[in-house]
C-alpha cells in the first residue's frame, strides 16, 4: 500500500525486549505489529483505511508518481 502511493518508508523488526519498549514509548501504549508512525501520529495495527487517511492529512500522494522506486526491506 504505502509503495503504491509513493511513500518512502522503512521497516523494523522488533528483535529483542528494549527495542518492543522502545517502541511502546514511541505509540504511547503497548506495542502492536504493524504500526504506522507518520510525523507525530502514530496508529496501531493494519487498517487500511487509518492508513490512508493519516497519509491523507500529512499531505502524501495519493499514488506514486510514475517511476518511482519501491521502499522497504523486500524492495531491494
Sequence with gaps: MLNRRGIPFSEKMLKS???????????GSEAAVPSLIVG?????????????NLL?????????PYGARP??????
Excluded: C, H, M, V
Design 71 to 76: 521502499s522497504g526491506t523486500f524492495a531491494r
Design 56 to 64: 491523507d492529512l500529512a499531505g502524501y500522494p495519493k499514488s506514486a
Design 17 to 27: 525486549n528494549e527495542e518492543s519498549a522502545e517502541l511502546s514509548k514511541i505509540l
Design 40 to 52: 507525530q501520529q502514530t496508529f496501531k495495527g493494519l487498517d487500511y483505511g487509518a492508513w490512508n
